[in-house]
């Protein structure tokens, strides 16, 4: 399959009206964000587009896209591939749709003063979001994986007397 470049800007009313679909990729440059997350960025960013209106007759955006990027384990320090699988549903913010009325599953996106949306930056977006808070190789994986970790003791708490139990002597009489 060819590999067909994604437009950096696109007008989802425009191609919901026309029921368009987008597959291609982003090239991984493009990303400075995302690079700066992560070690680094691997593989071009794939995505699929499809652009439609749904029964309420929003304008609706659904969307799929994948990266490998390398991210550094939290337990021992090593460097691991990590896929970015990442799924969305957008409509643009009108005037005419109030937030209350939307599914739970569509996302508000703002229209530029063109009525565009720029489509680099919201996949980027997308993928920052997808990494894990602290990256981890799968225990077995890990070289650190099967050790007991611990960074000091807890010294036990002082047995003080409960401040409540003045009212438990008034409770009995």
């Given at each position: 399959m060819q590999k067909v470049k994604l437009p950096?800007?696109?007008d989802p009313v425009r191609c919901a009206v026309k029921r368009l679909d987008y597959v291609g990729?982003?090239?991984r440059v493009q990303f400075v964000r995302l690079a700066e997350s992560v070690i680094d960025v691997l593989d071009d960013v794939k995505a699929e587009l499809s652009f439609g209106t749904d029964a309420q007759g929003l304008t609706v955006m659904n969307g799929h896209a994948q990266a490998r990027v390398s991210l550094e384990c939290q337990r021992c320090g090593d460097a691991f591939d990590h896929q970015?699988?990442?799924e969305f549903i957008y409509t643009p913010l009108t005037t005419k749709v109030a937030e209350e009325e939307l599914p739970e599953a569509y996302e508000?996106?703002?229209?530029?003063?063109?009525?565009?949306?720029?489509?680099?930056?919201?996949?980027?977006?997308e993928l920052i979001l997808s990494?894990?808070?602290?990256?981890?190789?799968?225990?077995?994986?890990?070289?650190?994986?099967?050790?007991?970790?611990?960074?000091?003791?807890?010294?036990?708490?002082?047995?003080?007397?409960?401040?409540?139990?003045?009212?438990?002597?008034?409770?009995?009489?």
């Open positions: 950096i800007k696109i990729v982003v090239e970015c699988d990442i508000l996106i703002e229209l530029d003063e063109n009525g565009e949306i720029d489509l680099y930056e919201l996949l980027e977006d990494l894990p808070i602290a990256p981890m190789h799968a225990e077995h994986d890990c070289k650190r994986g099967g050790m007991q970790m611990s960074w000091g003791a807890i010294e036990p708490a002082d047995e003080r007397p409960n401040p409540f139990a003045v009212l438990n002597s008034l409770k009995n009489k």
